[in-house]
C-alpha cells in the first residue's frame, strides 16, 4: 500500500496540456495551501548535481523558498555560472554552513555517495533538532551512514526514480519529472509523513509516501546495479536496452545477483519487481543517460563502488556468487583508470 501525493495529479494535469516549465496551476495552488496551513518549511539542498539541481528547479517554479547549501569553493563556483534546466535560467541562493542561522525544517542529500562522508561535518552543524533529513542517494546504504551522523531519528528513507536528466556542467535538460519515493521504516503514516506531503505538495514535486519503502530501494537499487554499470560499460542511452535484446541480457544478469541477496538482508525481491523495473525502463526517454554514464562521459568518479562494490561485498558476506558485478567492478574501474 502507498499514499500519492496529490502533486502527482496536479503536475500530470499541467504535463499534458502545457508542458514543462513554470506552474502556474501550481503556484495557485501553493499560495492557498500556505495561507490557509500558514506554515512554510525551511529547506535546505546539500548536493547539486543532477538531481539537486532537478528538484531545485520544481522548488523555484512553484514559487517555494529553497536554499542550496554548500562549501566556499563550490559556492563561487556555482555563483559564478549560470544554473539551465530545460532552457530556464535559474538564481538559486547558496550558503555555507556558516551562513546558516536558522535550522532548516527539512535537508535534502543528492551528493554523490564517495562525497558523502566529506559532507558529514555541515550536515551535522546545520540540523536541528526538529530537522528531517532525506537522502536522495543512490544505494542501500546512505540512511545509516547520515544516521550515525545527525542521529536516525532525524533520517526519512527515500529515494528517487523516473530521472531521464542530462547534465552538462550547470545545464540540465529532462523530460520526466522525476520522483522521490519516501517512508518512515517502520511504515507509519507519521506526523512528519504528513508534513512532507504537504511539502511536496506546495513546491510542486512529484512524490510518493510508501509503507515499503526499505523494499523499494531494494528494487531501485537493483535497478541501478542493472542499467547505470551496463550502460557505462557499453557506453548506450536507454534506448539501447529497450531495444537490443543482448544489452537488456546484459543488465537483467547484473540484477538477478542482487535478487538472490535480498533474502539474506531481509527483503523479497520477486519477478514482479525485475518487470516493474523494466516497465520503468521502456517508459524513459530513450536518448537519456543513466549518470553512471554521464560521470563516465565527463570523465567524473562513478558510483561502481555503491552498486558493484557493495554486491562483491555483500556476496562474500552471505556466501552468494556474484561474477557478473565482479566483472563490471573490473571493467567500470579500467575505464576510470584510462580517464583518469
Known sequence: MYRESRTVLLL???DNHEGAGFNPVTATMNARTRERWNMTEKV???????????????FADAGYPITILCDDARKRRYAAEPTVVNGRTYAFP???????????????????AYDLETVLPDLKAVTGPETTVLSLLNGISSEEIIGRAVGPEKVVPAFVTHMDSNRDGRSLAYTSSAR??????DGSHSERIRRLERLFLEAGVVALAVDDVRKRQWAKFMFNVGINQVGAVVGGPYGTFQ???EARSALLDAMAEVVALA???????????????????DSLDGEGKNSMLQD???GRKTEVDLFAGEVCRLGERFGVPTPVNALLFKMIRTLEWQHR
Open 296 to 298: 563516465r562521459e565527463a
Open 243 to 245: 531495444s537490443c535484446p
Open 180 to 185: 522521490i519515493v519516501y517512508g518512515e521504516a
Open 12 to 14: 500530470i494535469k499541467w
Open 94 to 112: 547558496f550558503v555555507t554552513a556558516q551562513e546558516v542561522t536558522e535550522r532548516p525544517d527539512v535537508i535534502f542529500v543528492a551528493v554523490k
Open 263 to 281: 533474502p539474506h538482508c531481509g527483503v523479497d525481491l520477486t519477478d514482479g519487481d525485475v518487470e516493474e523495473a523494466l516497465l520503468m525502463l
Open 44 to 58: 535546505l539542498m546539500l548536493g547539486f548535481g543532477a538531481v539537486g539541481i532537478t528538484f531545485a528547479s520544481q
